[in-house]
């Protein structure tokens, strides 16, 4: 009798151990979304709030120097007046060559280690390795392209050896991005192309490849934009102090807007004069960059509306 009025008594009363309320539980999740979702938010808006903070400032600095002239002219007076015409063609030049250079090998390696390629210790060590290379600091292949492509291979400091050492430098980056679209290709897509009788470099070539194309091409719009912006790489290889004309082969040296931002911000004869251009370069490389990989993703966009 004791035992059953103790249970009336308790009837409706969770046990200890019991699971919470669906209702409770429900409530919790959702605070947990919300708290999670905020941070993002917070997150999202410090990324924001830093760019815009960063284009304010070359903006307001650097709008003053920005002239026809100054994008269509050569440097002139030890640098202190003219424009800045052959950074820019040296700049799209290595960061073109670079990505000419480094997305096919980067998309053909991409391929063969998730299409070919059987799982194993080797696999993991070559991925490992990628991974690693990703985080090495550019100087590292500066001084790489300047032993093996320089001085090895006696290319010299030129337009050619600065874009294989940006290539070499956006390889890991293409790679693993490129990698990850084949991934996120269903394997029904494979199923069904082997089915109806295709090989295997068809399916790939036909089914598999237009289906990660926009994953693919983030990855060369990554490494392309790392290519464009960095400067130890070509400092070693590629960039002179001052050169006046445009590059005339694969072979010229040239100039880039990273170095000669360098050049005029710690070298220049007067550097305190030369300070608008300093931030009129800056603006220029910020929009070429930001421009580059506009038009990478517009594409990429009309290309994914394509084949949706």
């Known amino acids: 009798m004791e035992t ?16 919470m309320p669906a209702g409770r539980s429900k409530q919790s999740r959702r605070l947990r979304q919300n708290i999670i979702f905020g941070l993002l938010r917070i997150a999202a808006l410090i990324n924001g709030l830093a760019l815009a903070i960063i284009l304010w400032f070359m903006i ?38 670079a990505m000419i250079i480094a ?4 998309v053909a390696s991409a391929i063969f280690l998730n299409e070919y390629a059987r799982s194993g210790k080797v696999l993991r060590i070559i991925r490992l390795g990628i991974n690693n290379l990703a985080g090495v600091p550019s100087v590292v292949f500066g001084l790489f392209g300047l032993a093996f492509f320089v001085i090895w291979l006696d290319m010299g400091v030129s337009l050619i050896a600065g874009a294989l050492t940006l290539a070499a430098m956006s390889l890991p980056v293409i790679i693993g991005a490129s990698e990850e679209a084949l991934k996120s290709v269903p394997d029904t897509y494979r199923e069904a192309s082997l089915g109806l009788g295709a090989t295997k470099w068809q399916t790939i070539y036909r089914v598999v490849l237009p289906a990660a194309l926009p994953g693919i091409l983030t990855g060369g719009i990554l490494g392309l934009s790392r290519a464009a912006g960095e400067l130890a790489p070509v400092m070693f290889t590629a960039a002179v102090f001052f050169a006046p004309h445009l590059p005339s082969s694969i072979f010229s040296e040239v100039m880039t807007l990273p170095y000669h931002i360098y050049v005029l911000a710690t070298a220049g004869t007067e550097i305190e004069a030369t300070r608008p251009l300093q931030y009129g370069s800056a603006l220029v490389l910020i929009a070429l960059v930001l421009g580059m990989n506009l038009a990478a993703i517009i594409y990429r966009s009309r290309l994914r509306n394509r084949l949706s």
Do not use: H, Y
Not at 8 to 16: A, I, L, R, V
Not at 85 to 91: D, E, F, K, R
């Open 60 to 97: 307001a600095r650097g709008w003053r120097a920005i002239s026809w002239e100054f994008l269509t002219q050569a440097p002139t007076d030890s640098m202190t007046k003219g424009g800045i015409l052959p950074c820019i063609v040296g700049t799209l030049a290595l960061g073109i060559g």
């Open 4 to 19: 059953e009025s103790t249970i009336q008594k308790n009837e409706g009363e969770p046990f200890e151990g019991s699971p």
């Open 103 to 106: 997305f096919p090998i980067g």
